[in-house]
């Protein structure tokens, strides 16, 4: 008897949950997984979905932001743009993570879809409420800024010791760890950004980025189809080329 009453309590508990957070991925892997029924009702109230193009920016750098948003699918690039107008790609962001910075109003990036991209978006008030409200909320954020300082201090030793070959062999890894959510990890993946973008976010030529896929191919590290669809036979082997392992 007590375990059914576990169960109902249990399904009492999920069904005042809103529909359209019970199928969200950011509802269970993101900011979002901390919040209590009644809490995502009232974000939810306030939340907008908003489906972007590839190519089209979700907040420019310096720009003033009202709003942050959980990536509930796609891939989002984040760039830093110098005084003469040179820029580079200093990131990804994929499902389930959140967008912007809370009680930081300027954006310090350039934000924009790699791939068509749907986030869902929440005013900056409503969120910085229910930080306060809910210590969970703020720890996952904390979280997640920290994930985010870890993966870049990586990718720091990627870009200064790295070869050009680990330095492909890297990126592809992330894409295959990153890409799908849902599962964890993904043998097969369209490659989000192009071959010019790879060469920029690993500080080569795009000349460079195509011999080394093409030698990764050759090795059966990868197979590779209509130059983005991309088969990992072993991640194992991947991550070994990679010099992660």
Not at 30 to 45: F, I, K
Not at 48 to 61: K, L, M, W
Not at 162 to 171: L, M, N
């Amino acid at each position: 008897m007590q375990i059914v009453n576990e169960h109902r309590r249990k399904d009492i508990h999920n069904s005042d949950v809103p529909a359209v957070c019970s199928a969200c991925e950011a509802r269970h892997g993101g900011v979002c997984g901390t919040l209590s029924p009644d809490q995502l009702l009232d974000l939810s109230r306030h939340s907008t979905r908003r489906s972007i193009e590839p190519g089209r920016e979700v907040i420019g750098q310096g720009e003033t932001t009202d709003s942050y948003a959980n990536i509930i699918s796609g891939v989002v690039k984040l760039s830093k743009v110098l005084a003469d107008g040179r820029q580079q790609i200093v990131g990804l962001q994929f499902a389930p993570d959140f967008m912007g910075r809370p009680f930081t109003r300027e954006s310090a990036l350039t934000a924009e879809a790699a791939v068509d991209t749907d986030i869902c978006c929440f005013p900056r008030n409503v969120i910085e409420r229910l930080v306060s409200e809910a210590p969970g909320l703020e720890h996952r954020l904390h979280e997640q800024a920290l994930k985010e300082l870890d993966e870049a201090r990586d990718w720091m030793l990627t870009l200064g010791r790295k070869t050009a070959q680990e330095k492909v062999a890297s990126f592809l890894y992330i894409i295959a760890t990153h890409i799908d959510p849902e599962n964890g990890t993904s043998n097969v993946f369209d490659l989000p950004l192009s071959r010019a973008d790879i060469a920029d976010y690993l500080g080569l030529t795009i000349e460079t980025v195509s011999r080394q896929i093409t030698k990764l191919r050759k090795e059966n590290v990868i197979r590779i189809e209509n130059s983005r669809h991309v088969t990992v036979p072993s991640l194992d082997r991947l991550m070994h080329v990679a010099g992660i392992d």
